[in-house]
Nanobody, 120 residues
Framework: QVQLVESGGGLVQPGGSLRLSCVAS????????MSWYRQAPGSQRELVAA???????NYADSVKGRFTISGDNAKNTVYLQMNSMKPEDTAVYYC??????????????WGQGTQVTVFS
């Protein structure tokens, strides 16, 4: 069984910063990629940033230059550093991992989601 545990969400003022963390644990053989999604009320879930094999990264246009995704392979952990935050960044943020288990099964796992709220 694979579990993703998220932390770091909360309240922040416009222009402030937060760092989200997501740790994958369980019967993991390998992880091809980890990523962050977000979903605001009344909106569809969107990809925020992805961290893939070889350290490749992708960002949504709305967060480029403000957010940075990074990973610690030894800890099966992905981070999202969020700077210069805006009210439109308010959403539930979800961690996703492309995991191959010890049984050779490849599956996308999701975290429970963590609320990020930006307001004055």
């Amino acid at each position: 069984q694979v579990q993703l545990v998220e932390s770091g969400g909360g309240l922040v003022q416009p222009g402030g910063s937060l760092r989200l963390s997501c740790v994958a644990s369980g019967t993991i053989f390998s992880i091809a990629a980890m990523s962050w999604y977000r979903q605001a009320p009344g909106s569809q879930r969107e990809l925020v940033a992805a961290f893939g094999t070889g350290g490749t990264t992708n960002y949504a246009d709305s967060v480029k230059g403000r957010f940075t995704i990074s990973g610690d392979n030894a800890k099966n952990t992905v981070y999202l550093q969020m700077n210069s935050m805006k009210p439109e960044d308010t959403a539930v943020y979800y961690c996703n991992a492309d995991v191959t288990t010890s049984l050779g099964i490849r599956f996308y796992y999701w975290g429970q989601g963590t609320q990020v709220t930006v307001f004055s």
